[in-house]
């Protein structure tokens, strides 16, 4: 399936915010991947790097936009799939870029930073209301989350990207993490879960 533009949104969560320290945003805050940061978590190793500081996991559900914005489109009708992903963070990285007022790219755009299962039929947004998404580090649960809880909703995102940066078939949108986020070892077997189902996971490798 095709994947054009990843967009991020970060801080979407008031409990993430907050456990990092953050200020709550008044507005969307965006942010974007490359295409090489993409990795597939169909149960194999992904490497990262374990030179940088902290790597830490963000679980994230995605989705897919499936035709060209239009203004009063609704998430519905733009929306046609969605995964779950996981937006690596280099931490250590990130706080060096924030003190200094840098893009947070090198922080978050290395390749493997953007794991994605595979996509499922979008079900329409008040039906993703009725499910939670989860991560699993080596069979606990870390986080999990449900997109009720978000800052800014589906529409208010991707009314915000649209009118900022474009919005197109193919672009794919990391909505936000919940509270829970942390780092990752060598070796952590990372499960990423819509309801009590497995869509994908991954095993970590730090070089």
């Not at 679980?59 to 489109?73: D, F, N, S, T, W």
Request: hydrophobic share 40%.
């Amino acid at each position: 399936m095709e994947i054009r533009n990843i967009f991020c949104v970060g801080r979407n969560y008031r409990l993430h915010a907050e456990e990092l320290g953050n200020e709550v945003p008044k507005s969307p805050m965006i942010f974007a991947k490359p295409t090489h940061a993409l990795a597939e978590a169909s149960g194999q190793t992904i490497q990262l790097p374990g030179d940088r500081g902290e790597v830490h996991y963000e679980a994230e559900l995605v989705i897919r936009i499936g035709k060209p914005y239009q203004h009063g489109m609704t998430v519905d009708q733009l929306v046609d799939h969605l995964a779950l992903g996981i937006d690596f963070t280099l931490r250590d990285v990130q706080s060096e870029l924030k003190k200094k007022g840098h893009p947070w790219l090198p922080a978050k755009g290395f390749r493997n930073s953007a794991v994605l299962t595979s996509f499922r039929e979008f079900p329409g947004e008040q039906a993703c209301k009725q499910t939670d998404f989860s991560l699993r580090k080596n069979g606990q649960q870390v986080q999990r989350g449900n997109i009720s809880d978000m800052l800014f909703d589906l529409q208010t995102v991707i009314d915000f990207i649209a009118s900022h940066f474009g919005l197109g078939e193919g672009d794919i949108i990391y909505t936000g993490t919940p509270a829970g986020v942390g780092p990752v070892a060598n070796g952590d077997r990372l499960q990423l879960l819509w309801g009590d189902e497995v869509l994908g996971e991954c095993v970590i490798k730090l070089v």
